[in-house]
């Protein structure tokens, strides 16, 4: 059973300060590191936004001049035969292409029923700024189209800073298990967040406990996704690198794009939508 909280029937007082305490410290993380990328919001400028009339184009910016450069998309949409025969899932491939067809990025989801799944992204280091965006881009125009209003992601721990500027945040859902006292919080914590062989280390977690009507919840999602990133910092702070190779040793993280998040999202994309000048060919 997937662990998301840990409760307390027995609350302690330090706790009550701990729960405000961690409502403060999520606040100023979304500040410090939600949509605070300026190469982000610089792409749905009018100046990096393709108006030409040949589809399947969009605009990202050249590193080392600063000029928008245009590139290729293919989108696919393929069906995929379940056990039981019924092919009524299709996943959908989303190919950014330069100018002699090398593939620079690449991202697929699912779509069944109207809903939509996480899958796979990835992109290459090059000179361009803007492939994880404009991959996002059109999976969430695609997610509006279908009338979605949250976007569900499993994502790489080593990728957890991109996901986070981009408005991907944990989903709340919580199942509880019981300890006696703030001991026993401080022992369990590591061992739901990150496992003991991670190479996590303990100065990077954070916990973070929210307060219900009778308990107080060890946010397990909030805890890990903040111990992630501290870690990833620390990496790419010490070692003076911009993109971490090597995974974080934990499991995958569970974010979701919802509410205010994505609602940022679409005033971004108000008038600057890519997807309609895509063709879709289906499989």
């Given at each position: 059973m997937k662990v998301n909280s840990i409760s307390w029937k027995i609350l302690n007082p330090k706790l009550y300060k701990d729960c405000k305490e961690s409502e403060e410290y999520i606040k100023n993380f979304k500040a410090d590191n939600v949509f605070t990328s300026g190469s982000m919001e610089e792409l749905f400028t009018d100046t990096f936004t393709y108006n030409g009339n040949k589809p399947n184009k969009i605009l990202v910016k050249n590193k080392l001049t600063g000029e928008p450069v245009e590139l290729n998309v293919e989108y696919n949409i393929k069906p995929m035969l379940m056990q039981t025969g019924i092919n009524d899932k299709k996943i959908e491939e989303i190919f950014i292409l330069d100018n002699d067809?090398?593939?620079?990025?690449?991202?697929?989801?699912?779509?069944?029923?109207?809903?939509m799944y996480p899958g796979y992204m990835t992109a290459k280091e090059t000179n361009y700024i803007g492939l994880g965006t404009?991959?996002?881009?059109?999976?969430?125009?695609?997610?509006?189209?279908?009338?979605?209003?949250?976007?569900?992601?499993?994502a790489l721990p080593k990728a957890i800073i991109y996901h986070v500027s981009r408005g991907f945040l944990p989903k709340d859902d919580y199942t509880n298990i019981k300890v006696k006292n703030h001991r026993d919080f401080v022992k369990l914590s590591p061992e739901y967040i990150y496992p003991k062989e991670s190479n996590i280390t303990t100065d990077s977690f954070v916990p973070i406990l929210k307060r219900g009507e009778e308990n107080i919840f060890l946010d397990i999602a909030w805890s890990?996704?903040?111990?992630?990133?501290?870690?990833?910092?620390?990496?790419?702070?010490?070692?003076?690198?911009?993109?971490?190779?090597?995974?974080?040793?934990?499991?995958?993280?569970?974010?979701?794009?919802?509410?205010?998040?994505?609602?940022?999202?679409?005033?971004?994309?108000e008038g600057k939508r890519i997807l309609p000048n895509i063709i879709k060919n289906i499989f």
């Open positions: 067809g090398n593939e620079l990025g690449y991202k697929y989801f699912f779509v069944q029923n109207g809903q404009r991959l996002d881009q059109l999976q969430i125009e695609r997610a509006l189209e279908l009338g979605l209003e949250c976007i569900n992601r499993i890990k996704l903040i111990t992630v990133y501290n870690a990833c910092k620390k990496i790419i702070t010490s070692q003076r690198i911009n993109r971490i190779q090597d995974d974080v040793v934990t499991s995958y993280l569970h974010l979701s794009l919802s509410g205010d998040e994505l609602n940022y999202w679409k005033s971004l994309i």
